[in-house]
């Protein structure tokens, strides 16, 4: 769906924003005690998941480098 903004600039909405689309029936039937359908939720898990795996492997390259960098080497008495 296309409107124009109080500037005159054309501007796209999805038009599931707008009540030209018909209600999505899942939201209906839950009455809206669930808005998302569970595919979006586990293609969001997913998105976590991976997410949450890229920080850890960056976090132990940081973990290894710094230990590399920062060591303290016992003095000789």
Same mark, same amino acid.
């Given at each position: 769906? +296309?409107?124009?903004? $109080? =500037? =005159?600039?054309?501007?796209?909405?999805p038009a599931e924003w707008t009540d030209v689309v018909a209600p999505d029936?899942?939201?209906?039937?839950s009455a809206g005690r669930s808005p998302f359908h569970i595919a979006d939720l586990l293609e969001l898990a997913g998105l976590v998941?991976?997410?949450?795996? @890229?920080?850890?492997?960056?976090?132990? @390259?940081?973990? @290894?480098?710094?230990?590399q960098? +920062? $060591?303290v080497r016992p003095? @000789?008495?």
């Open positions: 769906m +296309y409107l124009l903004d $109080a =500037g =005159g600039e054309l501007l796209a909405l029936t899942f939201v209906v039937v998941e991976e997410l949450a795996a @890229r920080d850890s492997a960056v976090s132990r @390259r940081l973990r @290894r480098d710094c230990r960098d +920062y $060591a003095a @000789r008495l």
